[in-house]
């Protein structure tokens, strides 16, 4: 499964920025989609996901409120609306794809995920 995200780029604090991650993959729909981050010197850590219907989702605590992963399974694409944007929200962002045909449950680890996209920057500015 090939991921393309996009949708990154500089934005001052308080704005709104809208990530996506499309895939070619005609089984896209079947899989759990997440949304990973990674600061500058930090680890990489969890944001959202999405079950792969859109009937569940869960957030990291630290964007609940402010993010909301959605999906497009017509389109074969995953979404990732940020508002109110904070500098320490500045990281490269990943979507990722696993739990092929499975039933949800909050997949928030690393490992859980099977394709990784390439990443998008996003640097919010004070």
């Known amino acids: 499964v090939q991921l393309q995200a996009s949708g990154g780029g500089l934005v001052q604090a308080g704005i709104s920025l809208r990530l996506s991650c499309a895939s070619s993959e005609r089984t896209f729909s079947r899989y759990t989609m997440g949304w990973f981050r990674q600061a500058p010197g930090k680890e990489r850590e969890f944001v959202a996901a999405?079950?792969?219907?859109?009937?569940?989702?869960y957030y990291a605590d630290s964007v609940k409120d402010r993010f909301t992963i959605s999906r497009d399974n017509a389109k074969n694409s995953v979404y990732l609306q940020m508002n109110s944007l904070k500098p320490e929200d500045t990281a490269v962002y990943y979507c990722?794809?696993?739990?092929?045909?499975?039933?949800?449950?909050?997949?928030?680890?690393?490992?859980?995920?099977?394709?990784w996209g390439q990443g998008t920057q996003v640097t919010v500015s004070s």
């Open positions: 999405i079950a792969w219907n859109g009937g569940f989702t």
């Open positions: 990722a794809a696993g739990g092929y045909g499975s039933r949800w449950y909050r997949r928030t680890q690393e490992y859980e995920y099977d394709y």
